[in-house]
């Protein structure tokens, strides 16, 4: 068993919560407006994602369609 000191445990904490990706790119979210970053998932269409998630996808289908049978 290692014996750490009370210096070694605090920079051990602020390493473990320390942010690591401060700099990622980041849109607004078309449905909510709401900002959000890229994800590794997104690396080959970052161009084409215009919402920050499958409910706001969702929401923004159902919004153009009620609009659509609204003017109809």
């Avoid at 014996?3 to 401060?22: D, E, F, Q």
């Avoid at 979210?29 to 998630?53: A, G, I, L």
Wanted: proline residues 4%; charged residues 30%; glycine residues 2%.
């Amino acid at each position: 068993m290692y014996n750490y000191g009370i210096g070694c445990v605090m920079i051990l904490r602020s390493l473990a919560s320390m942010h690591r990706k401060p700099h990622l790119p980041s849109k607004l979210c078309q449905t909510c407006q709401r900002p959000f970053t890229w994800r590794k998932k997104w690396q080959d269409c970052w161009d084409d994602v215009r919402h920050c998630s499958q409910r706001c996808r969702r929401n923004a289908r159902q919004l153009a369609r009620e609009a659509r049978d609204d003017v109809h």
